[in-house]
């Protein structure tokens, strides 16, 4: 079973930008798929970027391509949110979850393991 913990978010303004991490423990990061998805209050939990085992195959949600990055470390057993250009519309609690086995997409049951998340708080 992996660990997951993410870290970088906080309060910034509209423009500016954050790079979130997710920190694995307990098993190799390069074993699973990998995913940032985000909650906003009231809202359900949304689909961010994808990222596959090497690192060589992403995807990242329409309304985000351009602004966010999704990348990874297996060395260091960590995984990268870059986020650009923000705006208030970003606010929200910033989840890394880890898939073990199958297609890891776009929907939340496609993955196992949760992080606690991180909040990003964007200001106009």
């Known amino acids: 079973q992996v660990q997951l913990v993410e870290s970088g978010g906080g309060l910034v303004q509209a423009g500016d930008s954050l790079r979130l991490s997710c920190a694995a423990s307990?098993?190799?990061?390069?074993?699973?798929?990998m995913a940032w998805f985000r909650q906003a209050p009231g809202k359900e939990r949304t689909f961010v970027a994808r990222i596959n085992r090497g690192g060589d195959a992403t995807a990242v949600s329409n309304s985000m391509k351009g602004r966010f990055t999704i990348s990874r470390d297996n060395v260091k057993n960590t995984v990268y949110l870059q986020m650009n250009q923000l705006n208030t519309e970003d606010t929200a609690v910033y989840y890394c979850a880890a898939a073990r086995t199958g297609y890891a997409g776009s929907s939340t049951n496609d993955y196992d393991y949760w992080g606690q998340g991180t909040q990003v708080t964007v200001s106009s």
């Open positions: 307990g098993r190799t990061l390069s074993s699973y798929r």
